[in-house]
């Protein structure tokens, strides 16, 4: 059973930085994609940032940023053992949401998802 575990998120001051880390396990293989998603208060789930590998590499590969994070949050994958943490430098109230760890794979080109309990970030003015 694959399962998703986050880690880091918390409470933090405008201007100031916080990581989090997301590790799989119950997978053999590396995902197509895995990245942050989150969530705030009456919103809708939006994509953070997502890293999508062809599955050749052992880290890295074509990654996507939502423009509001540009600039201040780097995704960071490491292919091989299924974990991927975001770097969030310069953050502002507006990025305070409950955050999840996603990842998709392939299963006879139908794309299963997967997604973490969710983390809390909550940045101060």
């Known amino acids: 059973q694959v399962q998703l575990v986050e880690s880091g998120g918390g409470l933090v001051q405008a201007g100031g930085s916080l990581r989090l880390s997301c590790a799989a396990s119950?997978?053999?293989?590396?995902?197509?994609?895995m990245g942050w998603y989150r969530q705030a208060p009456g919103k809708q789930r939006e994509l953070v940032a997502e890293?999508?590998?062809?599955?050749?590499?052992?880290?890295?590969?074509?990654?996507a940023y939502a423009d509001a994070v540009k600039g201040r949050f780097t995704i960071s994958r490491d292919n091989v053992q299924n974990l991927v943490d975001l770097q969030m430098n310069s953050l502002k109230p507006e990025d305070t949401a409950v955050y999840y760890c996603?990842?998709?794979?392939?299963?006879?080109?139908?794309?299963?998802?997967?997604w973490g309990q969710g983390t809390q970030v909550t940045v101060s003015s």
């Open positions: 119950g997978i053999r293989f590396p995902f197509k994609a």
């Open positions: 996603h990842a998709q794979r392939l299963s006879d080109d139908i794309p299963l998802h997967y």
């Open positions: 890293v999508t590998s062809s599955g050749m590499r052992t880290s890295g590969g074509s990654t």
